[in-house]
């Protein structure tokens, strides 16, 4: 819906010049239109954008920053989208160091599908709030409610009961990090001191990583006298090869975000939470940017052909682009070259 008061401030702003130009035609898409389920954190982040909105009057201001009334959970945040379509999904037990307890596991996936749901969402970052990421699952949690011991009787069909319940009970914790690759947006890791046993397992689920050079890997599972089962041993040897997983699980040692660039693990490393902030939001806001339908696509393309051959991954794209192939983006993008501007892609 448009604004039609902020309509006519910005028509009669003066200077009317192509930057102030420019955000009036995003409102009039829809890229800056408010939503019921949206908070914007702080001003938003592009000097664009606050240098424009730092010249409408408060209510007018107001207007075109989006209010929070559907997300509310317990142990994460949801932040934004802001004007980009970038949003954040924030592990918010600080205290805990981010440990994973069944508040996390039920609500991690649910705020990924509510955002992924979003039209004004393009990309997901995941970051922890505190000193750390994640310090991997609670132990409250894992002698509480994760491990089962089997009754003292009922036989052998108890037992087999019992073991199934784990089984599904080992599903479902699967399936909140799974969500981050079922998500058709991209969803980026922003990674902070500890990132311990199933914060590896989350974030070899997202599509791209980066993190501060003091942070601190480890595979700690065995440690544990526990065979990881949330996704490591299933997606790292994707990520940093089959040699190195192996030696990373053996040992559960412990390795620093330098290393961690070296195995490929991630993308980038900062010498500071600030800095790692502005590089992943820069590479957020880049990605955001693009035609959806081809970044949906493209992500798609590559977890199938992941696991299948050169002939399967071929045949799979192919088919896709017969089916989703977008002119009106197509056109757009060179249009949007051609006139030295930013493009405007329809939502998904």
């Known amino acids: 819906m448009i604004n039609w008061q902020s309509v006519q401030e910005v028509a009669n702003a003066k200077p009317r010049d192509k930057l102030e ?172 001191g500890a990132c311990i046993g199933a914060g590896i397992d989350m974030i070899t689920a997202c599509d791209l990583r980066y993190c501060t050079d003091d942070a601190k890997f480890s595979v700690k599972e065995v440690d544990l006298a526990i065979t990881a089962d949330l996704g490591t041993l299933q997606r790292l040897p994707h990520v940093v090869g089959y040699s190195a997983t192996m030696e990373l699980a053996l040992t559960a040692r412990a390795f620093d975000g330098k290393e961690a660039r070296e195995l490929k693990l991630v993308h980038g490393v900062l010498p500071s939470k600030d800095l790692l902030d502005e590089r992943v939001y820069a590479v957020a806001a880049e990605i955001a940017g693009k035609s959806p339908l081809a970044i949906m696509g493209t992500k798609a393309v590559l977890l199938k052909s992941r696991n299948s051959s050169v002939a399967d991954g071929l045949d799979y794209v192919a088919t896709w682009n017969a089916a989703l192939l977008h002119k009106e983006d197509i056109l757009e993008a060179m249009m949007s070259r051609m006139e030295h501007r930013n493009p405007l892609f329809a939502k998904l």
């Open 21 to 192: 130009h420019r955000i009036f035609l995003l409102s009039l898409t829809g890229v800056l239109s408010p939503g019921p389920d949206h908070v914007v954190r702080s001003v938003l982040r592009d000097p664009i954008a606050h240098k424009f909105l730092s010249n409408l009057s408060p209510a007018s201001r107001a207007n075109w920053e989006m209010k929070s009334d559907g997300m509310h959970f317990e142990s994460v945040a949801v932040e934004g989208p802001d004007f980009a379509g970038v949003a954040r999904l924030v592990l918010n037990r600080p205290k805990q160091s981010n440990a994973l307890n069944a508040a996390m596991f039920r609500e991690i996936p649910a705020a990924v599908a509510s955002l992924d749901a979003d039209p004004n969402v393009r990309v997901i970052i995941v970051a922890g709030s505190g000193k750390h990421f994640c310090a991997g699952i609670d132990l409250q949690f894992l002698s509480t409610d994760s491990v089962q011991s089997s009754s003292a009787g009922g036989g052998a069909g108890r037992l087999g009961l019992e073991r199934e319940a784990f089984r599904r009970h080992v599903k479902w914790l699967q399936d909140a990090f799974t969500s981050f690759e079922h998500c058709r947006k991209p969803v980026i890791a922003a990674i902070h």
